[in-house]
Nanobody, 123 residues
């Protein structure tokens, strides 16, 4: 059984930094693409980082402030939030696309999701 578990959320001052982690377990060998997603209250979930095996795509909306990395030995995905803004308030999810080598084209292509971790930015 596949499981993804996020951690590291919490309260951060505006302008501050925070690192989120996502540990995956189970059959993760076919996780060729993983992603981080942000969902602000009342808004749709949006991707902020897509991490392949050797590729990284950061959404334009957070470019320059977010980066992501992946430790395949530890089955851990990281999201580094720099210069936090009030718009970063919300729940952050990690997800994995199981199987296939084509980059995911939308949220529906991710078939494994974590429960999310809450980030609150104090302004």
């Amino acid at each position: 059984q596949v499981r993804l578990e996020e951690s590291g959320g919490g309260l951060v001052e505006a302008g501050g930094s925070l690192t989120l982690s996502c540990v995956s377990s189970g059959d993760t060998e076919n996780f060729n693409y993983m992603g981080w997603f942000r969902q602000a209250p009342g808004k749709e979930r949006e991707d902020v980082a897509i991490i392949g095996r050797g590729s990284l795509t950061i959404a334009d909306s957070v470019k320059g402030r977010f980066t992501a990395s992946r430790d395949n030995r530890e089955n851990t995905l990281y999201l580094h939030i720099l210069k936090a803004k009030p718009e970063d308030n919300g729940t952050f999810y990690c997800a994995a696309k199981g199987g296939g080598w084509n980059p995911p084209e939308g949220l529906s292509e991710y078939n494994n999701w974590g429960q999310g971790t809450q980030v609150t930015v104090a302004s």
